[in-house]
């Protein structure tokens, strides 16, 4: 049933819809909100490479905060007032990266293809700048090679 119905859905806009719909629950603060930026983690882990920002700037922190004054090593052990003061501190930052990816999106500087390659990772086509390809959630870490670690 499924490979007859399968025919007739574009897999690249029912993909789309479901990454918009969390971008827009997301950039409105829903309640769901931690478990979203874990989701875009997610995606950043699974091929949508283009979640970089959201993924590993905000997701991850998420994923494992790093909150000062507490022994919690998971978004379920903070307080309350500790996973508020964490989302808190996100903002404005991840609302101009939410906008980012949707900016993207609805311009076709990102096509969601709604296929996995052989690795079960989303493939999508890529037409964004180089400088738009840059992150800005995040700092890679860099080591110098001139001098000792």
């Not at 970089?52 to 309350?80: C, F, H, K, M, S």
């Not at 930052?93 to 311009?107: A, G, P, Q, R, S």
Request: hydrophobic share 35%; aromatic share 12%.
């Amino acid at each position: 049933m499924f490979r007859l119905l399968e025919k007739h859905i574009d897999k690249g806009e029912l993909e789309t819809k479901r990454v918009y719909r969390l971008l827009i629950k997301a950039l409105n603060r829903d309640n769901e909100l931690p478990e979203i930026l874990m989701t875009f983690y997610d995606f950043y882990c699974k091929g949508y490479n283009f979640f970089d920002n959201l993924g590993l700037g905000y997701g991850l922190a998420i994923e494992v905060p790093r909150v000062e004054n507490t022994t919690a090593d998971t978004w379920d052990e903070l307080t309350q007032e500790q996973q508020r003061n964490l989302l808190d501190s996100f903002y404005p930052d991840l609302e101009t990266e939410i906008k980012k990816v949707i900016y993207w999106l609805d311009n076709s500087k990102l096509t969601l293809t709604g296929i996995k390659d052989q690795y079960n990772h989303f493939e999508y086509i890529d037409n964004r700048t180089e400088i738009e390809k840059q992150p800005t959630g995040y700092k890679v870490a860099t080591i110098d090679n001139q001098k000792p670690l």
